[in-house]
Nanobody, 120 residues
C-alpha cells in the first residue's frame, strides 16, 4: 500500500520559515519524481516545487523561486520543502505528490495535505 505522509505545517509569521516533510512508503522512492503542490479554497491545486529522480533537477513556481528549496533523501524515502521569507499568500494546504518516471501510465500518488498558515 502506497502512502505519502506529510508533516511540518503550522502557523508562521510573515518573514518566517517552515520545513515540510513527506515520507513515502510502498514505493521504490528512487523511481519517483517528487513534488509539492499548494491549494487554497476556491482555486486549483498549483505546483510549487518539484525534484526529479536520478538527476535531482529541481523546478519552482515563480511565486516561490528564491524562497523555497526542495530536496530529497532517497535513503529515508523523504522529500522536504524548506520555506523561507514566508508571505501571507503562501497560506494553503500543501500536498506531496509522487510520479513514477519509469513506467508509462503508472498511477500518481498524493498525500493527505498539511496546512500552512502565514499570518501576523
Amino acid at each position: 500500500q502506497v502512502q505519502l505522509v506529510e508533516s511540518g505545517g503550522g502557523l508562521a509569521q510573515p518573514g518566517g520559515s517552515l520545513r515540510l516533510s513527506c515520507v513515502a512508503s510502498g514505493v521504490t522512492f528512487t523511481d519517483y519524481r517528487m513534488s509539492w503542490y499548494r491549494q487554497v479554497p476556491g482555486k486549483e491545486r498549483e505546483l510549487v516545487a518539484a525534484i526529479d529522480d536520478f538527476t535531482y533537477r529541481t523546478s519552482y513556481s515563480d511565486s516561490v523561486k528564491g524562497r523555497f528549496y526542495i530536496f530529497r533523501d532517497d535513503v529515508e524515502s523523504t522529500v522536504y520543502l524548506r520555506m523561507s521569507s514566508l508571505k501571507p499568500q503562501d497560506t494553503g494546504v500543501y500536498y506531496c505528490h509522487a510520479q513514477n518516471t519509469r513506467a508509462v501510465g503508472a498511477p500518481v500518488y498524493w498525500g493527505q495535505g498539511t496546512q500552512v498558515t502565514v499570518s501576523p
